[in-house]
């Protein structure tokens, strides 16, 4: 039959009476006999930036596994992107947080093939370093603040205070260690002894977490786990980072001067910027300042 349409599942165009309908794997076969037809090569950029704590109730407030889930998840297409660039400017913050983004990135990265590269901005302290040993190596600006590898809590005590004030504090508990570290109550000596048994075990945590990622490029010579930071140079002759660096003139190099970037980041809606929203932004800035101030930073 003359006017019969033809198929033919591995052809590159399909015969309709006079006309040539080309196909998808038509035109995958073209794409790759025309120059110009070929894709540029595209980075994909997931900005982690901020203090890390738990919530995710607000946008672009503290940084947490809930708010970069799905931008994460966007990040690792593999068709899409050659690799993934990680944008990190971080003091650190919830050690728990801090391992549940590493680990997703990690595992999405085994899942896509895809290598991760980690770009230090201002700072990649605590937990924000931890983060950065989420990538398979790290760079960073010559004056960017890495390290800073320790546990650290504070509080205040206010038995004195509410005292003098003639305030009577009434607190009931069932458990002995109910009121631990009760900050308007005189500080018991056996509740200090555990919190440092704590932070001993959380530390051990951090320190082989890094051991299993940085392996044998970190330094023995040196203790670089009491907490010290250091500015990226002496972090590389550490082996806590790999080299300087800056994002775009390094992708440019590595994939040539058409590379394209796909940028990921939290966004923060209006509504976030009223109401509640306002004053727990207000309160994670009031906190993410006070830990930069650690380094230096303003």
Known sequence: MENSKIYARDWTAVLFRDSVIITTQGMKTIKKWIPFGKSKPRVSVLRLDGLIAPGGRVAGGALND?????????????????????????????????????????????????????????????????????????????????????????????????????????????????????????????DVRRLKSLHKTLHATFIQHVKECRGDRLDDSTDVFNGDFWLAEKAVELGLADGIGHLVPFMKERYGEDVKFSVFGRRRPWLSRIGAGIIEGVAVEIEEQAIRSQYGIR
């Open 66 to 190: 809930a708010t970069i889930a799905t931008i994460a998840e966007r990040a690792f297409k593999k068709k899409k992107f050659r690799e993934v660039a990680l944008l990190i400017n971080s003091p650190g913050g919830s050690p728990v947080q801090s391992s549940l983004i590493a680990s997703r990135i990690r595992r999405l990265s085994d899942e896509s093939g895809l290598k991760v590269t980690a770009f230090v901005e201002d700072v990649a302290a605590s937990g924000g370093y931890w983060l950065a040993t989420s990538a398979d190596e790290i760079f960073a600006d010559r004056s960017s603040i890495l390290g800073s590898i320790g546990v650290v809590s504070a509080s205040f005590g206010f038995h004195e205070m509410i005292g003098k004030l003639g305030i009577e504090r009434r607190l009931y508990t069932a458990g002995r260690h109910k009121s631990f570290l009760d900050p308007f109550e005189p500080e018991k000596t056996s």
